[in-house]
């Protein structure tokens, strides 16, 4: 599986962005696809999951309310809506696809090139 991720960019606090995920290769849906993050100086962290069919999602506490992660297994792609951004928000956002339903880094296969996310106060 290939991922490419895109739609970072430079947005004010309180603006939007969609990032997008997008795979090439073997049956899609037959991965769980999360969204990481990582700001300079700090470790890799979870943003969301989503199992391949799109029926569980998880969010860390700091996204809850403001993001939101869905897919669309016919175009294998995986769409991140970030609303309400922070500058906190600031960071590379990367995709990954793995056969595991976890919240850590290692548990993943594959991996996007990362988009970068800066959000100014």
């Known amino acids: 599986v290939q991922l490419q991720a895109s739609g970072g960019g430079l947005v004010q606090a309180g603006d939007s962005l969609r990032l997008t995920c997008a795979a090439s290769g073997r049956t899609f849906s037959n991965y769980v696809v999360g969204w990481f993050r990582q700001a300079p100086g700090k470790e890799r962290e979870v943003v969301v999951i989503?199992?391949?069919?799109?029926?569980?999602?998880y969010y860390a506490d700091s996204v809850k309310g403001r993001f939101t992660i869905s897919r669309d297994n016919a175009v294998k792609s995986v769409y991140l809506q970030m609303n309400s951004l922070k500058p906190e928000d600031t960071a590379v956002y990367y995709c990954?696809?793995?056969?595991?339903?976890?919240?850590?880094?290692?548990?993943?296969?594959?991996w996007g090139q990362g988009t970068l996310v800066t959000v100014s106060s």
């Open positions: 990954a696809a793995g056969t595991s339903y976890r919240t850590s880094p290692s548990g993943y296969i594959y």
């Open positions: 989503i199992t391949g069919s799109g029926g569980n999602t």
